[in-house]
Nanobody, 126 residues
Framework: QLQLVESGGGLVQPGGSLRLSCSAS????????IGWFRRAPGKEREGVSC????????AYTAAMKGRVTTTRTNANNTVYLQMNSLKPEDTAAYYC???????????????????WGQGTQVTVSS
């Protein structure tokens, strides 16, 4: 069973930072592009970032660009989303997703991902 598990969410004050983790069990992430998405209350899920296989080149949407960094550590089979300068409008459930990929690049649209985690809640509030 291929599983993704997000962690690291919580309550943070505006301007604060959080680092989310996406860990895999049942498979290694080396050959999977990983995407980060979020769903705010009452809104559709939107892409935040993704990172390619092997070359580990990230890509970002306009949603949080300049405030997030996506990295991966194949040694511990984990992908991270470092979020800085958080705003109340960043409050959402954050999800990671995976798709097998043998060529460069990573998709930023959710429809291309096959495996999803259950999400971790991020709340930005004073």
């Amino acid at each position: 069973q291929l599983q993704l598990v997000e962690s690291g969410g919580g309550l943070v004050q505006p301007g604060g930072s959080l680092r989310l983790s996406c860990s895999a069990s049942g498979f290694t992430l080396d050959n999977y592009a990983i995407g980060w998405f979020r769903r705010a209350p009452g809104k559709e899920r939107e892409g935040v970032s993704c990172i390619s296989t092997r070359s580990n080149i990230p890509a970002y949407t306009a949603a949080m660009k300049g405030r997030v960094t996506t990295t991966r550590t194949n040694a511990n089979n984990t992908v991270y989303l470092q979020m800085n300068s958080l705003k109340p409008e960043d409050t959402a459930a954050y999800y990671c997703a995976a798709i097998w990929r043998t060529y460069p690049g990573c998709p930023l649209s959710e429809g291309q991902y096959k495996f999803w985690g259950q999400g971790t809640q991020v709340t930005v509030s004073s």
